[in-house]
C-alpha cells in the first residue's frame, strides 16, 4: 500500500513510521521548508511555521514510551542518546510517602523528559532513514482527489455512494496518488474544506474552548548548576493561574503559565518576559527552578491562544464520509495542551490506524470503520474527560475573576467534589503511594479516565484523607492566594 501522510509534525511522522515499519511504502507531505539540524539545540532553533507550538512545554507521557519501547525501540534508545532523561515512578517520591512498594506494573510508568524540537528531530530522521519514506517538503496541499471511474452505478468518483479518495492535490498544481491519504496536518488542517469541496456534507464537530492562553518559556542550567530537587508535583492550579515546570533535555526546562481566556489583564502582564519570570519566582514549584542557577534560552514568552477540544466525526451513521482518507491526531481530535496529551494520542493514534489497515488491507470502508472505532472506544473517552473537567475550570475561575467563592453556592453540586478533590485526593497524593500510582497512570493514559475514582481502594483512601481534614495542618501554599495578590506582587 502506498500510504500519502499530509504533514510532518509529530503525528505524520509517528503515521509515517509505523505504516512503513509494518511494510507499506509511505511519502510524508510538509508544507515548511527547513534543512534537518544537526544537534539538538539547532532543532530548537527549527523554523517550523506550521507547528508554532513547538516551542512550548510537551510531556511525552507512559502511554507514548510504551509505545516507542514496543514498537520503535531504535527510535527511544537515540532519544535517550541525544539528551532525553527518564521520569520513573518511584524515583522522585516526596518524603511524605513512605508506603511505597514497587509493582511489575511500575515499570510501564515512565516518562521522557524533553523538548518538542528534539523528540521531532529525532523521529524525523529516524522516517527519514527508512527505506519505504520519502519526503517532499516546502510544497503544500491544497485538496483530495478521487476516483473519476463510475464503481458500480454510483455516481463517478464514489464508492457506494461516497467519495473515494485517491490521493492529495499539492500547491504546486500536481497530484500524488495514494492507496491511503492520512491527514495529520494539526488544530488548523484544512480537512474539513477539502471534504466540503468533494460534495461531503459539512462535517460534524464538537468543539469546546479549554478556557486558557498558554504561556511558556524555556531556560538552561548554567554550567556547574543541578537540577532542584524533583519530589511531587511539578505545578499547582490556584484557580485564577494554572502552573508547570517540565524538564527538557540537555539540562533545559520550560515552565508554563495558563491563564484564563477572558483574563485579558494577567495575560498581557505575563507575557513580558521579566514579569513571567518575577511571577514564576511567586509560585511555590517554580520559584527554585529560577533561583538564578538557570538563564533563558527563549528571548521571549511564547503564547498560544484559540485552544479548543474538539472531536471531528467522520463516521456519520455508520458509514465513513469518505473512504481512502483518515486524520490522525490533532486533525481528528484534540485536547487541552495542559494536559500534555497530544503527542501520546498521536502515536497511539498511528498505531491504531496500522492495525485497521493490516486488517482490512483490500477494504477502504472496512479499514475506515475499524479505525474509527478504536479511536472511539480507546481514545475518545479522553476528549469527553478533558471536556467535562475544562467545564469545573472554567467555571471556577469566572467566579474567582468576578470576586465571588466557587464554592460559596450551597447548590452547587460540584462543589463537594471539587471539595474532596482539593481536601482528600491532594493531600493524599502527597502521602500515599496507592493513589498517586493510580493518579499517574490515569495522567498516563494507562488506565481509563474513570478508573482511579471508580476503583473501590482508591475512594476509600481518599475519603479516609478527606475526613481527616480538620485534624491536619492547612494545605502547603502553591502560590499566592488570590489574583490580587499575585498582581500587587508583580506590581511591587
Known amino acids: 500500500m502506498h500510504v500519502a501522510v499530509v504533514g510532518g509534525g509529530v503525528a505524520g511522522l509517528g503515521s509515517a513510521l509505523t505504516f512503513a515499519r509494518r511494510g507499506h511504502t509511505v511519502t510524508v507531505i510538509e508544507r515548511d521548508d527547513t534543512p534537518m539540524p544537526a544537534t539538538a539545540d539547532d532543532a530548537f532553533e527549527w523554523d517550523r511555521r506550521g507547528a508554532p507550538q513547538v516551542r512550548h512545554s510537551h510531556a511525552f507521557l507512559a502511554r507514548l514510551t510504551g509505545i516507542l519501547r514496543r514498537d520503535h525501540p531504535d527510535v527511544y534508545a537515540d532519544l535517550l542518546a541525544e539528551g532525553a532523561t527518564e521520569l520513573r515512578f518511584g524515583d522522585d517520591l516526596p518524603p511524605s510517602i513512605t508506603n511505597f512498594e514497587r509493582e511489575p506494573g511500575d515499570d510501564e510508568l515512565v516518562m521522557l523528559a524533553c523538548r518538542r524540537t528534539t523528540f521531532e528531530w529525532v523521529v524525523r530522521r529516524a522516517a527519514m532513514a527508512e527505506g519505504r ?51 495529520a496536518g494539526g488544530r488548523r488542517t484544512a480537512l474539513p474544506d477539502w471534504l466540503l469541496a468533494l460534495d461531503v456534507p459539512s462535517v460534524v464537530e464538537e468543539a469546546e474552548d479549554t478556557g486558557i492562553v ?44 495558563a491563564t484564563p481566556t477572558d483574563d485579558t489583564e494577567l495575560r498581557r502582564t505575563l507575557a513580558e518576559p521579566s514579569v513571567f519570570d518575577a511571577c514564576a519566582r511567586q509560585l511555590t514549584v517554580a520559584a527554585p527552578w529560577l533561583d538564578g542557577r538557570a538563564q533563558p534560552i527563549t528571548s521571549e514568552v511564547h503564547v498560544m491562544a484559540g485552544l479548543l477540544n474538539r472531536w471531528r466525526d467522520l463516521v456519520v451513521d455508520g458509514e465513513p464520509v469518505v473512504t481512502g482518507a483518515i486524520a490522525i491526531g490533532d486533525s481528528v481530535l484534540c485536547t487541552n495542551p495542559l494536559y500534555g496529551r497530544g503527542c501520546s494520542t498521536a502515536f497511539w493514534g498511528a498505531r ?28 475518545l473517552p479522553w476528549y469527553r474527560a478533558t471536556v467535562h473537567q475544562d467545564g469545573e475550570a472554567r467555571r471556577v475561575a469566572a467566579k474567582l475573576l468576578a470576586g465571588e467563592d466557587p464554592d460559596g453556592d450551597p447548590d452547587d ?6 471539595g474532596v478533590l482539593r481536601d482528600g485526593l491532594a493531600p493524599a497524593l502527597r502521602s500515599d503511594a496507592v493513589v498517586l500510582r493510580a493518579f499517574l497512570r490515569s495522567f498516563n493514559l494507562l488506565t481509563a479516565p474513570d478508573a482511579m475514582l471508580a476503583d473501590p481502594d482508591v475512594q476509600a483512601r481518599v475519603l479516609q484523607v478527606w475526613q ?15 489574583r490580587t495578590d499575585l498582581l500587587a506582587a508583580l506590581h511591587a
Do not use: W
Open 133 to 183: 519514506v520519502t519526503f517532499r517538503t516546502g510544497v503544500g496541499v491544497d485538496g483530495l482527489t478521487v476516483d473519476t471511474v463510475d464503481t458500480g452505478g454510483s455516481p463517478a468518483g464514489r464508492v457506494d455512494g461516497r467519495p473515494h479518495v485517491n490521493g492529495v492535490h499539492l500547491a504546486d498544481g500536481s497530484t500524488l496518488a495514494a492507496d491511503l491519504v492520512i491527514v
Open 214 to 257: 498558554y504561556l511558556s518559556r524555556f531556560f538552561r542550567l548554567r554550567d556547574g548548576a543541578e537540577y532542584p530537587p524533583r519530589a511531587g508535583a511539578i505545578g499547582g492550579d490556584l484557580g485564577y493561574l494554572k502552573y508547570g515546570v517540565f524538564v527538557g533535555d540537555n539540562r533545559t526546562f520550560s515552565v508554563t503559565l
Open 352 to 379: 491504531l490506524a496500522a492495525d485497521a489497515a493490516d486488517a482490512h488491507p483490500d477494504d477502504p470502508r472496512g479499514l475506515a470503520l475499524a479505525y474509527d472505532q478504536a479511536l472511539r472506544a480507546e481514545i
Open 413 to 418: 453540586p460540584s462543589a463537594f467534589m471539587r
Open 468 to 482: 481527616d481534614r480538620d485534624n491536619r495542618p492547612p494545605e502547603p501554599s502553591l502560590g499566592p492566594r488570590t
